[in-house]
């Protein structure tokens, strides 16, 4: 436009010719008259900077993933027009749109999902459990500064199994059906049918450390009492006996401590270690539990092993793989999936 315009040509003309408006030809010769060669490249800024701090984007997607109920509203679930009323009502934020609302919540990871079938809690505790295994993450996620007391590092443990050797449904690359044609060989793998299994169980005992993104598991014939607590000297040999240590986990009885059997409160005490129990009913709240979900996925769909050893051997080596991959796409997106807590 600068050019043409220096050529003697006008401005409905040049207007014609660069299919454009003659205000926009007029604003382009202007600014270069303005700022010279400068112009040509304007540096445009980086746009309307972020609204909402930190701290209001992390409390609009915890109450997003609350229930109106637990507000004492007479709703089933959160619509935008209503998660936006309570959270100018609360002070929460001055003003949002539902538009931006939806962004916001999008961006944080947050979507509009079908409610799938659980087992509700009847735990007189619940509240108060869940609060502090939340609280626990939120320390090993960096969001809040450990109190006095409080434990620096946090473990979810729980068992896998038990292992049974048997073929499992899984899925494969097979050659793709083609009318007419006939194969000599089935085009799928097939599973074969057992009706007797004499080799017995096994039972994994498997920790994530949420500081160190790390998965660790032992494998024994029976998952009791001695062999949980067997488990635990492991897991707190891994940090200085200075160092506090909290470990989530279910309520299965190894777990506890009774009136007869006080080992494994005993060793918490004498170990600087707190153990937060889940509510009952509430194992989704243990974050193992989407490792689980991956472990499944790579390691033991579509498997068919025939002895322990090469079963084990093969969990032993997918723990190692994930350590080392924890960044992995496929393995983050399962996990993400699976993640409720």
């Known amino acids: 436009?600068?050019?043409?315009?220096?050529?003697?040509?006008?401005?409905?003309?040049?207007?014609?010719?660069?299919?454009?408006?003659?205000?926009?030809?007029?604003?382009?010769?202007?600014?270069?008259?303005?700022d010279g060669f400068d112009s040509l490249a304007p540096k445009y800024a980086g746009g309307r900077p972020p609204t909402f701090t930190l701290p209001?984007?992390?409390?609009?997607k915890k109450i997003a993933l609350s229930r109106p109920q637990d507000h004492n509203l007479p709703f089933s679930t959160w619509?935008?027009?209503?998660?936006?009323?309570?959270?100018v009502a609360g002070g929460v934020v001055d003003d949002i749109s539902h538009e931006g609302l939806r962004?916001?919540?999008?961006?944080?990871?947050?979507?509009?999902?079908?409610?799938?079938?659980?087992?509700?809690?009847?735990?007189p505790d619940f509240e108060e459990k869940k609060n502090r295994v939340l609280e626990l993450y939120d320390i090993a996620d960096g969001k809040t500064k450990p109190k006095r007391g409080d434990p620096t590092v946090v473990l979810c443990m729980?068992?896998?199994?038990?292992?049974?050797?048997?073929?499992?449904?899984?899925?494969?690359?097979?050659?793709?059906?083609?009318?007419?044609?006939v194969h000599a060989e089935p085009r799928r793998r097939r599973r074969r049918a057992t009706y007797t299994r004499t080799k017995g169980v096994r039972h994994l005992l498997t920790a994530y450390d949420l500081t160190e993104d790390k998965l660790?598991?032992?494998?024994k014939t029976k998952k009791d009492r001695t062999t949980f607590l067997e488990f635990c000297r492991y897991l707190r040999s891994l940090y200085p006996p200075e160092v506090r240590m909290a470990i989530v986990l279910d309520n299965f009885s190894p777990h506890l401590s009774t009136k007869k059997d006080t080992r494994v409160g005993d060793w918490a005490k004498a170990n600087n270690v707190e153990l937060a129990y889940v509510p009952t009913n509430a194992s989704w709240l243990n974050r193992i539990e989407p490792q689980f979900q991956a472990l499944r996925y790579f390691t033991l769909d579509g498997?068919?092993?025939?002895?322990?050893?090469?079963?084990?051997?093969?969990?032993?080596r997918y723990i190692i793989w994930r350590n080392r991959n924890a960044h992995d796409k496929t393995l983050c997106e399962l996990i993400k999936r699976a993640k409720v807590a």
């Not at 027009?81 to 959270?87: C, D, G, I, T, V």
């Not at 660790?216 to 494998?219: A, E, S």
């Open 1 to 34: 436009m600068v050019l043409w315009s220096a050529q003697g040509m006008d401005v409905p003309e040049i207007a014609r010719i660069a299919f454009t408006s003659e205000d926009r030809v007029r604003a382009v010769i202007h600014n270069f008259n303005e």
């Open 216 to 219: 660790y598991g032992h494998i």
């Open 158 to 181: 729980d068992e896998f199994g038990p292992l049974n050797l048997l073929p499992r449904p899984g899925k494969q690359w097979a050659p793709a059906a083609v009318k007419g044609e």
């Open 56 to 60: 209001e984007r992390r409390e609009i």
């Open 103 to 123: 962004v916001l919540l999008r961006e944080e990871g947050v979507s509009f999902q079908v409610i799938k079938t659980w087992k509700q809690s009847n735990d």
């Open 79 to 87: 619509s935008l027009s209503k998660l936006a009323e309570f959270l």
């Open 303 to 316: 498997t068919d092993h025939r002895s322990h050893e090469e079963q084990n051997s093969m969990i032993r």
